[in-house]
């Protein structure tokens, strides 16, 4: 079940006997405690993306023309138009 969420096709062909191998060896309280930090840490900055996210967007809310423009540069995609804008903004 596991193995098949993996999206790396060579991942899952290719390391899928140390993977199920890893997965049914049991865990030291040590390796616990780490997972369960860096689990923490994984959501912390989860959270402060999307505050960045917030902020962002709350920057360049009133400037759609300005978004367009910088979009409209080749190799500029909505993420790094929204980037440059944020940056930019006050």
Partial sequence: MVLKGIPDK???EKKAEELREA???KLEVSDIF???QSLQ???????????LDVE?????????????IAMS???IGIVSAYTIL???AK
């Fill in 41 to 51: 840490i994984i959501t912390q900055l989860k959270i402060r993306i999307e505050e």
């Fill in 86 to 88: 944020g940056a930019v």
């Fill in 73 to 75: 540069i080749p190799g």
């Fill in 23 to 25: 997965l049914m060896g």
């Fill in 34 to 36: 780490l997972i369960r």
């Fill in 10 to 12: 060579r991942v899952r």
């Fill in 56 to 68: 962002i967007r709350s920057r360049i809310a009133s400037r759609p023309m300005d978004l367009k």
